[in-house]
């Protein structure tokens, strides 16, 4: 299939992209021309085959539900755009109410 | 001092044993390189204060008599790989000012082992790319040039600075990622040797994810046995991956120093004759075949009759897993913030993202967000994990009959910087030959053979059965000593790097 503008406009709001006008023109035909191109698996009948998601023959194990560090809240914050007492901070998003 | 950086790191750790030299003039010598050669863009960030540093512990750890396998071996690290204290970008503005916390597992093995940082190497953003062109810190530039003509011509990717950083005497050997091609491909284009293990050698953790099924780590270096010797010190279970494998770790630098592939079964798949494919790529591949039989191993047709599908299906679920994995950046918690007057959380969201991610990658994760979403899951993303065990059943069938497999690692020699620009799909063709291993997660390994008449570097791939990559070390090792390959960039020769 082929994507078209406001199928991309609908992707991108998913991902959580703000896209121009000028770049749905730019993606759009991109997008489609590569679906287009995958759809070849179309081709191969695999109603038999089940999905493979783990590569090798290996089980993945679990480790042991342990707390192993803590006290380290600096270092978590120390990326932060933004921090303030201790916490991540973000732009206010609640509306003081008006009454 | 420029000889040093003409040695392999095999014969300089003995150098270094026999105190013919010290880790600290070893460095200088490569850092001086770094210096003359920087318009390659090779490195995002550079580490000579580091490296210095390193060097002159692993001088004093020496002195002791407390050496590790790699003291003082000057490496370029990819910035892919989580670096304690040292910015770490994944070659992506969304990560400009990320400085980690913590280290990558790999790397601190590394480091564990005696070796030395000389930079953070660039790549394409989020390694998704083949060129090196897509990295928000500019594109990475090949050392090599066509015979009398100054074109600037692409790296390989994504691991392209470490390639380009080896192949121009930067580092003894560099670290890359390997989720399509990304070690094999660049290696080949840069006339150098690289190797990705099977899915679960090294651990993944503190590598930038982008494709977690897929993503694995490895290594350049100009020799097979350098690569050997870097793979055996990565290489290993980890508690903190749990794709990591728990099985031992063989002695890969034996496999090398043996090369003797008599009796070896070699398998050369058919479908690995693709359409428009230059004659002078199937003249190195049928030299190849030659140079092994002629030291005593089977060369054997073979069929993996999925082959073609494999890069379709590839970019079904890469996409698929880098749109989830690279939904952590949001502006929260790290990275860049677009946050000049939000309205809304979700404009900051929208806002950071658009800003921060490159074109290619906001392709792959709008692709992958539309092959994962309700109504085309399974019918995009599942039927792709079904092809993707055709592929595996392909390579396990063709592994009854053969030890090793033996292809082209790359569809073309090295080419001008901006000829794929806006066709992506032309882009994803670069990885034809590269992309079927990872799907099975096999081990696959790249090596300098011959060079074109216009005087660039070829390689020639080795495929090998999961976990046997001793094998695969041993049959590039075979390549290696019938090749004699031992061209180097003209601008290297000339000391004008």
Known sequence: MSMDKETVRKVASLA?????????????????????????????????????SNVVDIAPVSRQDEINDGNIQSAILANAPEAQSGYFTVPKIIEQADN | MTELTHLTIKSAIESLEK??????????????????????????????????????????????????????????????????????????????????????????KLFNAGAVMIGKSNTDEFAMGTTTESSAFGNTINPWKRKGDNTDLIPGGSSGGSAAAVAARMAMGGTGTDTGGSIRQPAAMCGIAGIRPTYGRCSRWGII?????????????????????????????????STSADIPVPDFPAATRTGDVKGLKVGVPKEFRVE???????????????????????????????????????????????????A?????????????DPETLLDMYERTRASGFGDETKRRIMLGTFTLS???????????QRVRRLIQQDFLKAFEKVDVILTPPTPSAAYPIGENDDDPIAM???????????????????????????????????????????TVLKTARAIERAAGFNAMPSSVQTGAA
């Not at chain 2, 880790?23 to 995002?44: C, M, P, W």
């Not at chain 2, 897929?214 to 508690?239: H, I």
């Not at chain 2, 309700?374 to 792709?384: E, H, L, N, P, R």
């Not at chain 2, 300098?448 to 495929?463: A, D, F, K, R, Y």
Request: contains cysteine; hydrophobic residues 40%.
């Open chain 2, 19 to 108: 105190k013919e030299f010290s880790s600290a003039e070893l460095v200088q010598a490569h850092i001086d390189a770094t210096e003359k050669a920087r318009h390659l863009n090779a490195f995002i960030t550079e580490t000579p204060e580091i490296a210095l540093e390193q060097a002159k512990a692993s001088d004093a750890r020496r002195a002791k008599g407390e050496a590790g396998p790699l003291d003082g071996i000057p490496l370029a690290i990819k910035d892919m790989y989580c670096t304690k204290g040292v910015r770490t970008t994944a070659a992506s503005n969304i990560l400009h000012n990320f400085v980690p916390p913590y280290e990558s597992t790999v790397t601190d």
């Open chain 2, 276 to 326: 428009g494919m230059p004659e002078i790529i199937e003249k190195n591949w049928q030299k190849g075949a030659q140079w092994l039989k002629d030291q005593g191993a089977e060369v054997v047709d073979i069929s993996l009759p999925h082959t073609k599908y494999a890069l379709p299906a590839y970019y079904i679920l890469v996409p698929s897993e880098a749109s989830s994995n690279l």
């Open chain 2, 209 to 241: 994810a982008y494709a977690s099924s897929f993503d694995q780590a490895g290594v350049l270096a100009r020799t097979v046995e350098d690569c050997a010797l870097l793979l055996q010190n990565m290489s290993g279970f980890d508690p903190k991956d």
């Open chain 2, 374 to 384: 309700a109504g085309y899951y399974d019918a995009y993303y599942v039927k792709a």
């Open chain 2, 428 to 470: 994803y063709l670069n990885d034809v030959f590269t992309v079927p291993l990872n799907l099975a997660g096999l081990p696959g390994m790249s090596v300098p053979s011959i060079l074109t008449p216009e005087g660039l570097p070829l390689g020639l791939q080795v495929i090998g059965k999961p976990w046997d990559e001793a």
């Open chain 1, 16 to 52: 959580r992209l703000r896209v121009t006008e000028e770049e749905l023109d730019k993606f759009a035909p991109q997008l489609s021309g590569i679906l287009e191109w995958i759809e070849q698996l179309g081709e191969l009948d695999t109603s038999n085959v089940e999905p493979l």
């Open chain 2, 328 to 340: 952590r950046f949001d502006g929260v918690r790290y990275g860049l913030r677009e946050h000049d």
